[in-house]
């Protein structure tokens, strides 16, 4: 065994004891497996959907955007404060309605504001379809991180299985606590580490940022100009847009929120949260600093620009702490991801679908025997091979998108439409989603004339307007009941 191995296996081996540990002294009904309990203070969710915003997307994905791509991989960073923004108004108020009502699921927030069980069944549907996708994520960038930290002692589908029999084994003993014990140690090692890489790389490499970035210019003049076509300005703000409207409506985002102590504390945390994005800037930083020292990379192979630098510069030990840090950035939104699915199943498909008498403790045993189920899927896809971790998350992020009209609509101070209009909505906008996704089709492609500006649009952004026009339309020519109004419960 190399040294980096021994300390990728202290991690995970110290990972799991302290998910285990934090079940001490609870009783795991539903609310408290799922929400703890509705108890998490400031700094719990803080850390929490630090945890999922913060995976191996950002570790693996953004350096190897930033090595493959140049200007365009700066969406990553500029969503997020974006979203924030839009997120200080927002989920206070869906925290306040989930509070009130006794919500416990993603999909009970559509539900119980239209008054619908088909429609949280349809909501189910579109969120497992993307939660599979964002979980491929965390699995593809775990077993990557594991081969390459272990200089290829540990192949990807072995290292693949092994972190989903981790992440299964302790959220079905510890819940959402287990998530959150693990995340206090995952964050703290991240901003170290982005922090250090992305300054004592170009330093050691070029002398410094500015020297990196002229060197980097003087060998290729072009590569920090948006291109003509393609990841153009178009594409860069178009998806600006679609990923921050999107943002809240990972469900595994709205799963912390539900766990919030108040709605001060959901307000606290979207304050603070885009200071975390500096995370993101260093590891920029370190996918730059790899463009001539690890060249050559393609494909999907450009998610190993971090680690290809990384095995060049320092001794196995330390890319073990490395790739041990980066296991930590997998399994926490991977858990949190499985913990999401597994209720929205037992809660919305099973219990809303077929058993509406079910108990809580029927829906618990339900969410915990598919949760085994549901990893299984997501590790068939991530082994099947695939595109590029952005890629994989911004086809997630145009589909979850499709249930932000639902969601604002019956977020205003006079809800507006009713549950064939939230319905229609999310078919339409699903529908054109599947048809360009399936057919590879897109608008340059469909509209060949038309001017390059509408060409380059973010197909998921027209699937969302198409979603948004069906619902305004089919709420105008349809009777039926207004979703209920928010609660009027204090922050």
Same mark, same amino acid.
């Given at each position: 065994?190399?040294?980096?191995?021994?300390?990728?296996?202290?991690?995970?081996?110290?990972?799991?004891?302290?998910?285990?540990?934090?079940?001490?002294?609870?009783?795991?009904?539903?609310?408290?497996?799922?929400?703890?309990?509705?108890?998490?203070?400031?700094?719990?969710?803080?850390?929490?959907?630090?945890?999922?915003?913060?995976?191996?997307?950002?570790?693996?994905?953004?350096?190897?955007?930033?090595?493959?791509?140049?200007?365009?991989?700066?969406?990553?960073?500029?969503?997020?404060?974006?979203?924030?923004?839009?997120?200080?108004?927002?989920?206070?108020?869906?925290?306040?309605?989930?509070?009130?009502?006794?919500?416990?699921?993603?999909?009970?927030?559509?539900?119980?504001?239209?008054?619908?069980?088909?429609?949280?069944?349809?909501?189910?549907?579109?969120?497992?379809?993307?939660?599979?996708?964002?979980?491929?994520?965390?699995?593809?960038?775990?077993?990557?991180?594991?081969?390459?930290?272990?200089?290829?002692?540990?192949?990807?589908?072995?290292?693949?299985?092994?972190?989903?029999?981790?992440?299964?084994?302790?959220?079905?003993?510890?819940?959402?606590?287990?998530?959150?014990?693990?995340?206090?140690?995952?964050?703290?090692?991240?901003?170290?580490?982005?922090?250090?890489?992305?300054?004592?790389?170009?330093?050691?490499?070029?002398?410094?940022?500015?020297? *990196?970035?002229?060197?980097?210019?003087?060998?290729?003049?072009?590569?920090?100009?948006?291109?003509?076509?393609?990841?153009?300005?178009?594409?860069?703000?178009?998806?600006?847009?679609?990923?921050?409207?999107?943002?809240?409506?990972?469900?595994?985002?709205?799963?912390?929120?539900?766990?919030?102590?108040?709605?001060?504390?959901?307000?606290?945390?979207?304050?603070?949260?885009?200071?975390?994005?500096?995370?993101?800037?260093?590891?920029?930083?370190?996918?730059?600093?790899?463009?001539?020292?690890?060249?050559?990379?393609?494909?999907?192979?450009?998610?190993?620009?971090?680690?290809?630098?990384?095995?060049?510069?320092?001794?196995?030990?330390?890319?073990?702490?490395?790739?041990?840090?980066?296991?930590?950035?997998?399994?926490?939104?991977?858990?949190?991801?499985?913990?999401?699915?597994?209720?929205?199943?037992?809660?919305?498909?099973?219990?809303?679908?077929?058993?509406?008498?079910?108990?809580?403790?029927?829906?618990?045993?339900?969410?915990?025997?598919?949760?085994?189920?549901?990893?299984?899927?997501?590790?068939?896809?991530?082994?099947?091979?695939?595109?590029?971790?952005?890629?994989?998350?911004?086809?997630?992020?145009?589909?979850?998108?499709?249930?932000?009209?639902?969601?604002?609509?019956?977020? *205003?101070?006079?809800?507006?439409?009713?549950?064939?209009?939230?319905?229609?909505?999310?078919?339409?906008?699903?529908?054109?989603?599947?048809?360009?996704?399936?057919?590879?089709?897109?608008?340059?492609?469909?509209?060949?004339?038309?001017?390059?500006?509408?060409?380059?649009?973010?197909?998921?952004?027209?699937?969302?307007?198409?979603?948004?026009?069906?619902?305004?339309?089919?709420?105008?020519?349809?009777?039926?009941?207004?979703?209920?109004?928010?609660?009027?419960?204090?922050?």
């Amino acid at each position: 065994m190399n040294a980096a191995l021994g300390v990728i296996a202290l991690f995970v081996v110290g990972a799991l004891a302290l998910a285990v540990l934090a079940r001490r002294g609870r009783t795991m009904s539903l609310e408290q497996w799922a929400l703890g309990g509705r108890g998490l203070g400031a700094i719990m969710v803080f850390l929490l959907m630090a945890g999922e915003s913060f995976s191996t997307f950002t570790f693996l994905g953004a350096s190897g955007w930033s090595y493959s791509k140049g200007s365009p991989a700066f969406y990553i960073l500029a969503y997020g404060g974006l979203a924030y923004l839009m997120a200080f108004w927002m989920l206070p108020a869906v925290w306040r309605y989930a509070s009130a009502h006794k919500l416990v699921s993603f999909s009970d927030f559509f539900a119980h504001k239209y008054d619908s069980r088909p429609l949280g069944v349809l909501v189910s549907v579109v969120a497992l379809g993307g939660m599979v996708a964002l979980l491929t994520i965390q699995l593809r960038g775990l077993g990557i991180i594991v081969s390459e930290a272990s200089y290829g002692s540990i192949a990807p589908p072995v290292a693949i299985w092994i972190g989903t029999l981790v992440m299964v084994s302790y959220i079905l003993f510890s819940g959402i606590h287990g998530s959150a014990s693990i995340a206090i140690v995952k964050d703290v090692l991240i901003l170290a580490l982005a922090v250090f890489l992305g300054l004592y790389l170009p330093w050691r490499y070029y002398g410094g940022v500015a020297p *990196m970035f002229t060197a980097i210019h003087a060998a290729n003049p072009g590569f920090f100009e948006f291109p003509k076509e393609g990841l153009n300005l178009t594409w860069y703000n178009s998806t600006i847009l679609l990923t921050a409207l999107g943002y809240y409506l990972y469900p595994f985002n709205l799963t912390s929120v539900y766990a919030a102590r108040s709605a001060s504390a959901v307000r606290r945390n979207t304050i603070l949260m885009p200071l975390y994005q500096v995370v993101i800037a260093f590891l920029f930083l370190v996918g730059f600093a790899a463009i001539l020292q690890v060249p050559g990379l393609k494909g999907s192979d450009v998610d190993l620009a971090l680690f290809g630098l990384v095995k060049h510069s320092f001794d196995p030990w330390f890319v073990g702490v490395i790739g041990g840090t980066g296991v930590l950035t997998a399994l926490v939104p991977g858990s949190m991801i499985l913990l999401t699915a597994s209720t929205v199943i037992g809660k919305n498909v099973y219990k809303e679908g077929f058993a509406p008498h079910a108990t809580d403790r029927q829906v618990s045993r339900v969410a915990r025997g598919v949760l085994p189920l549901f990893a299984l899927v997501a590790v068939y896809f991530v082994l099947r091979g695939g595109t590029t971790i952005v890629a994989v998350a911004i086809f997630a992020s145009s589909l979850l998108t499709q249930l932000l009209p639902s969601l604002l609509f019956s977020l *205003m101070k006079k809800p507006f439409g009713n549950k064939h209009a939230a319905f229609a909505g999310i078919v339409a906008g699903g529908a054109v989603l599947g048809f360009l996704m399936t057919t590879g089709a897109n608008l340059a492609t469909l509209f060949p004339t038309a001017p390059l500006a509408f060409k380059s649009l973010n197909t998921g952004l027209v699937a969302l307007a198409t979603n948004a026009l069906v619902f305004v339309i089919v709420a105008l020519v349809t009777p039926g009941p207004a979703p209920r109004a928010a609660a009027a419960q204090p922050a």
